[in-house]
């Protein structure tokens, strides 16, 4: 079974913060992606990456940097927290680039930026 | 691009009902499409997906759904609820990448 893991469940952080969430796959996934989820929204794409040091915008990337050094491990960072961006942040792997195989999620990260 | 739509936020069911949740895309291309569903408290897990073949795709937990091409649908379907289908549901399109809609929170009643 595919395993997506998240560095933490809940975080609280203060504005003006740099905060990174981690997410880790166990399955040599080729590609990675980092969503946010807020109600009525459904899933919005931040950034994805389909290969180690490659990366690519999604829709909303404004505010967010990635980071993609190794194949397994896909950061995603906060570079100064702002209230706005308290949201669920979910990883999701997917094996290749072609766009039949489904994605795998991790359980989610809440943010709350105070 | 692609975008999908789910035509109900909430649906309320009681138990051992059947249920539709409805989803209808569009799109320019030819797609994959797929549904997911979410527990509380957990990540999106794969229900089922229509990559191509028999219209009538059969997923896991008794789910099933139908791509209707004329009608640009994908409806998920189940002929009798459990109190533990309480989730939230997602289907998703795949043409240049994947989209997701809003979401359809099933609530199964006693």
């Known amino acids: 079974d595919v395993k997506v893991t998240q560095s933490s469940r809940y975080l609280v952080k203060r504005t003006g913060e740099k905060v990174f969430l981690e997410c880790v796959q166990d399955m040599d996934h080729e590609n990675m992606f980092w969503y946010r989820q807020d109600p009525g929204l459904g899933l919005r794409l931040i950034y994805f990456?389909?290969?180690?040091?490659?990366?690519e915008k999604g829709d909303i990337p404004e505010g967010y940097s990635v980071s993609r050094e190794k194949k397994e491990r896909f950061s995603l960072i906060l570079e100064s927290a702002s209230t706005n961006q308290t949201s669920m942040y979910l990883c999701?792997?997917?094996?290749?680039?072609?766009?039949?195989?489904?994605?795998?999620f991790g359980p989610g990260t809440r943010l709350t930026v105070t | 691009a692609q975008s999908v739509t789910q035509l109900d936020s909430q649906v309320p069911v009681f138990e051992e009902a059947p249920v539709e949740l409805r989803c209808n895309y569009s799109s320019s291309v030819s797609v994959y499409l797929f549904w997911y569903v979410q527990y509380p408290n957990q990540g999106l897990q794969l229900l089922l997906k229509y990559l191509s073949g028999s219209t009538l795709v059969k997923g896991i937990n008794g789910f099933e759904a139908e791509f209707n091409k004329s009608q640009t649908s994908f409806h998920l379907r189940k002929p009798s609820v459990h109190i533990s289908d309480t989730a939230e549901y997602f289907c998703?399109?795949?043409?240049?990448?994947?989209?997701f809609g809003a979401g359809t929170r099933l609530t199964v009643k006693p």
């Open positions: 990456s389909y290969d180690v040091k490659m990366k």
């Open positions: 999701a792997s997917s094996l290749y680039r072609d766009r039949a195989y489904e994605q795998y």
């Open positions: 998703a399109v795949s043409a240049h990448d994947m989209r």
